[in-house]
C-alpha cells in the first residue's frame, strides 16, 4: 500500500472518529460543512507546519496500525486467542 503524507480533513463521521483525532493526525468537520471544510483548507494553507505535522502522524498511525502484515499479525493473535479458549 502506497501512502501519502497529505493532511487529512473528515467529517466527524462514526469511521473517521474512530481512527482519527481532531488536531493530532487530522482536522475533524462537522457532516455536511461546506464552511467548516473551507475553513480548514485556508488553516492548511496559512500553517503549513501542522499539516506537516498532522499528515506525518496520520502516516506513523496507519504504518503502525494498519499495514497488511501488522493486521495479519494481529488477526493470527486473535484467531490463536478463540483457540485456546474453545479448546
Do not use: C, W
Amino acid at each position: 500500500v502506497a501512502l501519502s503524507k497529505t493532511p487529512i480533513i473528515a467529517t466527524k463521521s462514526e469511521g473517521p472518529r474512530e481512527i482519527l483525532t481532531h488536531m493530532e493526525d487530522a482536522l475533524l468537520i462537522d457532516i455536511n460543512s461546506s464552511e467548516q471544510l473551507a475553513d480548514s483548507i485556508i488553516y492548511l494553507n496559512k500553517n503549513k507546519n501542522i499539516g506537516t505535522k498532522l499528515a506525518e502522524s496520520a502516516f506513523l498511525r496507519v504504518a503502525e496500525n494498519y499495514d497488511i502484515k501488522v493486521a495479519a499479525e494481529n488477526l493470527k493473535k486473535i484467531i490463536k486467542k478463540i483457540n485456546q479458549n474453545v479448546i
